[in-house]
């Protein structure tokens, strides 16, 4: 079975500073693991993916996120927040195929002036 | 089609109607999931097709919801006898078929669902 934590419900930080989002995965072969974003009444839009390769992986808007398979985590960060980053992100993991994808439970963004 | 398109986008009914909440995925996409979000809430996994079956139907929360889909192709998702808790934004998702897939989904806008 595969599942994922994101730490924190909500999460505000201001505006050009540090963004940090957090995602802890449990699966039992080598995961595919993911970032979505979903703006107000919206669906969710891919941010960056972590299929095979490199560990650090860059997304839209500045977004990058590194897999660390020691920690079992796949952390987001964006160096300087903006206003428009206001949103809600969620982890997800999948081992393909024929798997279903698990998503974590979201983190809210808020981006403060 | 370019995108997966859902609809109708919003349906307010009456407490005890049925509704029918419809996806029509991207073209060649063989796997799609139906999941709810609730407002403020995050997502609920429903029901997961591979073509026209569906290996994974552990989500749907009660007999009054089903699923179909035909052709590998559009997907209907249907409640019966509706109840206020029903109330929730559906989305659809797809996704590439079998060996291509890696699990990256592309989601509709979602249904907004509101009863009375």
């Known amino acids: 079975a595969q599942s994922v934590t994101q730490l924190g419900s909500h999460v505000s930080v201001s505006e050009g500073a540090l963004v940090l989002l957090r995602c802890n995965y449990s699966?039992?072969?080598?995961?595919?693991l993911f970032w979505y974003v979903q703006y107000p009444n919206q669906g969710l839009q891919l941010l960056l993916k972590y299929t095979t390769g490199a560990t650090l992986v860059k997304g839209i808007n500045g977004f990058e996120a590194e897999f660390k398979k020691s920690e079992t985590s796949f952390h987001l960060t964006k160096p300087s927040a903006h206003m428009s980053d206001a949103a809600e992100y969620f982890c997800?993991?999948?081992?393909?195929?024929?798997?279903?994808?698990?998503f974590g439970t979201g983190t809210k963004l808020q981006v403060i002036p | 089609g370019a995108g997966v398109s859902q609809s109708p986008s919003n349906k307010v009914t009456e407490k005890g109607k049925d509704v029918e909440l419809r996806c029509d995925p991207i073209s060649g996409h063989t796997a799609l999931y139906w999941y709810r979000q609730r407002l403020g809430q995050g997502l609920e996994f429903l029901i997961y097709f591979q073509g026209n079956s569906a290996p994974d139907k552990s989500g749907l929360p009660s007999d009054r919801f089903s699923a179909e889909r035909t052709g590998e192709s559009v997907s209907t998702l249907t409640i019966q006898r509706t109840q206020q808790e029903d109330s929730a934004v559906y989305l659809c998702?797809?996704?590439?078929?079998?060996?291509?897939?890696?699990?990256?989904?592309?989601f509709g806008e979602g249904s907004r669902l509101t009863v009375l």
């Open positions: 997800a993991v999948s081992r393909g195929g024929y798997q279903k994808v698990t």
């Open positions: 998702a797809s996704s590439f078929p079998g060996a291509m897939n890696t699990g990256e989904l592309f």
């Open positions: 699966s039992s072969v080598p995961p595919y």
